[in-house]
């Protein structure tokens, strides 16, 4: 059975795609599925400093394309979870050093293998975000509540349907419930209105992030955070359970309880 | 360069040729406004005139002002590729509309011979441009142009027009800031004492 190809792009770099990568590919790891994550973010690698497996790297995606090593060498293996692998990115190469046709390949085997591959698309819309789409059944589109993000977002939609891509999701992140109920932010009902594809979810801003993507550790492994509870919910979500939306966000003191139970 | 309207074209055209040899380097690539309007022209005189200073005199004619309007004569590419994209002559009258069936998301452009119809939304970065009208089964909110070639009678129809720009042939309109309320049904803008408004139905 082949598992499923997801690749995670925005137009506009510095909104989290990275991020979400992470962390839905731990959540879905968590869930015993076997994961792997590429990086096709070339000469500009991230997602082994937000997993934390920077050192650990001895051969990248470009070596695996090239055929200077045997996928499974190229491939690390996260610290905690033993189902959940990293094929990093090439730091000192360029975008053109792989083409969308190898990509492709690449994904296809790797989804012979494994539940999900989950691709981390670079910002911008040339030649590395063909190659990272390239091998895509689904597309995850993160966007944050900002005007120009938003733009880019409703950009690379229209570049995914024109490549017969129809399988899109959307992630809001970094979403301030203060300042939307201010009227200072748009809301998720304005930007659902404006891209019209189906909302996976919304992360809420949280100084957590920062503190978790800058250790190393994707969120997700902390219990109690705000932002790591969505990410899991939109795994479960991608994962085809049936888990409403909770738009408000609010955590009510039975929540807590639950949860403090729970856990 | 204003020439003597008393003067007949030939002397002008004589005095010309003999300044333009006599003094080649204060002219060449010299910026040059030819106002011609005091003095009735024929095409083929401006265009032998537009020709000595072009060619000969090597001066870069910026504008001639006519008292007709044969402004055409002139080749003005700087000018040209500033302009919004523009049918130069008026297209043999097409019925049929373009019909787009999908929403214009960001980065798309849409040119249609005749009138445009979108079953969708236009989406802020896309642009909709329309020799006829241009009729919005959705929110307008990117640009559209309906009346490309000049044709100030063309309307734009749209559910919800927020747009960042309309253009109904040569006149321009940003919207205001602000909220505005939502229409009921349906909205149009037309142009109306060279203003662009839109009407709420």
């Given at each position: 059975m082949a598992g499923k190809t997801i690749v995670v792009t925005s137009g506009k770099g510095g909104v989290g795609k990275t991020?979400?990568?992470?962390?839905?590919?731990?959540?879905?790891?968590?869930?015993?599925?076997?994961?792997?994550?590429?990086?096709?973010?070339i000469g500009l690698r991230n997602l082994d400093v937000?997993?934390?497996?920077?050192?650990?790297?001895?051969?990248?995606?470009?070596?695996?394309?090239?055929g200077k090593c045997r996928k499974q060498q190229a491939m690390i293996r996260d610290r905690k979870l033993h189902n959940l692998f990293i094929i990093p990115a090439a730091q000192t190469r360029e975008k053109t050093a792989v083409n969308p046709d190898q990509m492709k390949k690449l994904c296809t085997e790797l989804a012979e293998e494994f539940d999900y591959v989950l691709i981390d698309c670079p910002a911008g819309i040339e030649q590395g975000f063909r190659n990272a789409v390239a091998g895509a059944q689904t597309a995850i589109v993160v966007t944050t509540p900002e005007v120009a993000a938003i733009r880019d977002a409703d950009r690379v939609i229209g570049l995914l349907e024109a490549d017969l891509l129809k399988d899109i999701y959307l992630i809001i992140n970094r979403l301030n419930h203060r300042m939307v109920k201010k009227g200072d932010m748009m809301s998720t009902e304005d930007i659902i209105s404006l891209l019209a594809v189906p909302l996976l979810g919304v992360i809420p801003e949280s100084e957590e992030v920062v503190i978790s993507t800058n250790r190393g550790t994707p969120l997700v492994h902390n219990r109690g955070s705000k932002a790591g509870m969505a990410f899991q919910q939109i795994g479960a979500r991608l994962n085809g359970e049936d888990i409403p939306l909770n738009l408000e966000q609010k955590i009510t003191l039975m929540d807590r309880v639950k949860r403090f139970v729970w856990s | 360069m204003v020439p003597d309207p008393a003067a007949s074209f030939d002397a002008v055209f004589a005095y010309l040729e003999q300044r333009l040899s006599e003094s080649r380097d204060f002219f060449q690539h010299a910026e040059m406004t030819l106002d011609l309007r005091g003095k009735p022209v024929r095409t083929d005189e401006l265009s032998k005139l537009h020709r000595l200073l072009v060619t000969k005199g090597r001066v870069r004619l910026v504008e001639v002002k006519l008292e007709e309007d044969l402004n055409l004569l002139l080749d003005r590419p700087t000018d040209r590729r500033t302009l919004p994209p523009r049918i130069e002559t008026p297209p043999v009258p097409d019925d049929l509309a373009l019909v787009i069936r999908n929403t214009c998301r960001s980065g798309t452009r849409v040119v249609s011979q005749s009138d445009c119809v979108i079953l969708g939304d236009v989406n802020p970065g896309?642009?909709?441009?329309?020799v006829g009208d241009i009729i919005v089964f959705g929110n307008l909110r990117g640009v559209a142009h309906a009346g490309a070639t000049g044709d100030r009678s063309a309307r734009i129809w749209a559910l919800s027009i927020e747009p960042s720009q309309i253009r109904i042939a040569d006149i321009v309109a940003v919207p205001p800031r602000g909220n505005k309320p939502t229409p009921r049904r349906f909205e149009i803008a037309e142009v109306q004492d060279n203003l662009i408004e839109v009407i709420t139905l």
């Open positions: 991020t979400t990568v992470a962390n839905i590919g731990t959540v879905l790891a968590k869930k015993k599925y076997s994961v792997v994550m590429i990086d096709a973010d937000i997993m934390g497996i920077e050192n650990r790297i001895v051969y990248n995606l470009v070596d695996i394309i090239e | 896309a642009e909709v441009i329309a």
